[in-house]
């Protein structure tokens, strides 16, 4: 059975948002937007938002994270509205929780074990699924811990649902095994992708990673490019399972186009880890297509936090377009005019052309080491060698000239013939 269909109502569920004024951390800086997005997640994640109970406070409070007054209002309004579940903006700790469940009477999870709840709803590749769980067993694990019998009473809910999930109930010492081998099968999972990039390298096709905020518009991007059937839905987080398809541009010049999991503020970097081996494919990349849905109020926070997720993956000195999506949204005039961007629309397919234009330009200008032997009667060769590469090593051989350089694409054409890397 599908876990989604195991749910059959929705969990009411109250949202709590803590803004603290002293705290310059994002994670106790519950805003509109980040509440906005709260409500998208629960949503996705099957839940029935009955309300959202904010607080402005100077700092935490550790006991509880929003003051004790504020705890009892929350318990309260969970009473009137009958809501099952309380979801917090912020981060809570394990002793956290455990507190505020004891003064408002219902499951409480935060906004990362909810996060974690969908990835574990979407995955559906085996490595996905590997990934997930390891993300749980060290995100939700510890916060779900202790608390014994209870968790079969709330058993199966929001938050503990997954691949993890019959190990909330095992000890620790079973979880260490379990973590241990997750590990190692992860660690199979990298180096069989290190092995496909390699051979995917061999065929000399450029890579291409189109990363960007989730619901962005990636995946609609994919299929309007390669018509690839990849499943586009109005939820967060719809693709965890990079898709890869060849994509045609001018010149019969063929480049290999991967679809990514979204990015999203605050993202929990023990998810961040987990999925460090499908993320390779950005760090791998030889061009970003970083997709930003323009109508988005918030873009400019979204495009933030994607390109800070682009450094952490070390993927910065990837080369970057970006894509205005869903332009057929908003209006000319909000659509930031930046270098190196285009704006476009992956449904109605406005922009593509001038983008598959922009892709074939900036891989042309891409440059990479190679190695070439230039026979002496090909003399006439070194005169572009030098004019428009980068040369490092020269020696004269017995049956040409050895050259090591840097070149765009034109000239390693030109000397494709004479290659010997
Ligand atoms: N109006 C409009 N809607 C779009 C456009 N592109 C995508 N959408 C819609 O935006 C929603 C999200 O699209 P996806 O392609 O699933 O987005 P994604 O970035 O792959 O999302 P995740 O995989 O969840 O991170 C879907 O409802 C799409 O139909 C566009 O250009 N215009
Ligand atoms: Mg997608």
Do not use: W
Request: glycine share 8%; charged share 25%; with cysteine.
């Amino acid at each position: 059975m599908n876990l989604e269909e195991q749910q059959t109502t929705a969990q009411r569920a109250v949202l709590v948002g803590l803004n603290c004024s002293a705290h310059s951390a994002q994670e106790y800086n519950a805003t509109d937007a980040t509440l906005a997005e709260l409500r998208s997640l629960a949503e996705t994640a099957g839940a029935e938002v009955v309300g959202i109970v904010t607080q402005n406070r100077v700092t935490p409070d550790p006991k509880t994270l929003v003051g004790e007054g504020k705890a009892q209002e929350i318990g309260e309004f969970v009473k009137n509205t009958q809501a099952q579940l309380v979801i917090f903006d912020n981060e809570l700790t394990p002793s956290q929780i455990k507190n505020l469940e004891a003064a408002v009477g219902v499951q409480v999870i935060d906004r990362s074990m909810l996060i974690l709840d969908i990835f574990a709803l979407h995955a559906t590749s085996r490595e996905g699924k590997l990934q997930v769980e390891m993300a749980q067993l060290k995100y939700t694990l510890p916060r779900l811990m202790g608390r014994g019998t209870e968790l079969s009473r709330l058993g199966g809910g929001i938050g503990t649902r997954g691949p993890g999930e019959s190990k909330l109930e095992q000890d620790r010492r079973h979880i260490k095994t379990r973590v241990s081998l997750l590990r190692a099968q992860l660690e199979e999972n990298r180096k069989n992708r290190a092995q496909q990039r390699k051979s995917r390298d061999v065929s000399g096709m450029p890579k291409i990673a189109v990363i960007g905020y989730t619901n962005a518009g990636k995946s609609t991007l994919l299929n309007a490019l390669t018509g690839a059937g990849v499943l586009v839905e109005d939820k967060l987080f719809a693709t965890l399972d990079p898709t890869t398809r060849k994509l045609k541009l001018a010149n019969n010049y063929e480049a290999l186009l991967t679809d990514t999991v979204g990015f999203i503020r605050n993202l929990p970097h023990h998810l961040i880890e987990a999925f460090s081996s499908t993320l390779d494919e950005v760090r791998f990349a030889d061009l970003l297509l970083h997709v930003v849905d323009v109508s988005n109020p918030d873009l400019y926070d979204q495009m933030e936090v994607s390109q800070k997720l682009i450094e952490q993956l070390g993927a910065a000195h990837v080369p970057v377009i970006v894509v205005f999506n869903k332009a057929d949204l908003a209006a000319p005039q909000e659509i930031p005019n930046m270098r190196d961007s285009i704006a476009v629309s992956a449904a109605t397919g406005a922009g593509l052309d001038e983008l598959l234009e922009r892709i074939y330009r900036k891989l042309s200008e891409r440059e990479r080491e190679i190695q070439v032997l230039i026979p002496y009667d090909q003399g006439a060769l070194l005169e572009g060698i030098f004019r428009e590469g980068k040369v490092s090593a020269q020696e004269h051989r017995e049956n040409g000239t050895y050259i090591k350089l840097r070149a765009d694409e034109a000239l390693a054409g030109r000397l494709q013939d004479f290659r010997i890397d």
